[in-house]
Nanobody, 125 residues
Framework: VQLQASGGGLVQPGGSLRLSCAVS????????IAWFRQAPGKDREGVSC????????YYIDSVKGRFAVSRDAARNTFYLQMNSLKPEDTAVYSC???????????????????WGKGTQVTVSS
């Protein structure tokens, strides 16, 4: 399984970015995609999660109402729309997959099987 995150960049506070995660090399029916972030000097944290088939979602409190996760199941591509960005959202964002049977969010955040490389998001004026 390969995961490739893209779409990061530099944005001013209050701005928006959309991250994409393309999943390849996997053909089983269902899985969950989780978005993680890691800021300098901080632990990695799970930000959001979505299941491929039923679109079950989860968000940590700090991004609720600002971030939205979605999927294009037919293309095995997942998105994290980030609005009203704040400097504290600055981090390397990665997507990851849980391919176990019966995936669900947020449980899948602690059951990651595959990790993709991250993309840098910097929120600064």
């Amino acid at each position: 399984v390969q995961l490739q995150a893209s779409g990061g960049g530099l944005v001013q506070p209050g701005g928006s970015l959309r991250l994409s995660c393309a999943v390849s090399g996997y053909t089983l029916d269902d899985y969950a995609i989780a978005w993680f972030r890691q800021a300098p000097g901080k632990d990695r944290e799970g930000v959001s999660c979505i299941t491929k088939n039923d679109g079950n979602t989860y968000y940590i409190d700090s991004v609720k109402g600002r971030f939205a996760v979605s999927r294009d199941a037919a293309r095995n591509t997942f998105y994290l729309q980030m609005n009203s960005l704040k400097p504290e959202d600055t981090a390397v964002y990665s997507c990851a997959a849980d391919i176990s049977v019966g995936v669900a969010c947020p449980r899948s955040l602690s059951g990651i099987d595959y990790w993709g490389k991250g993309t840098q998001v910097t929120v600064s004026s």
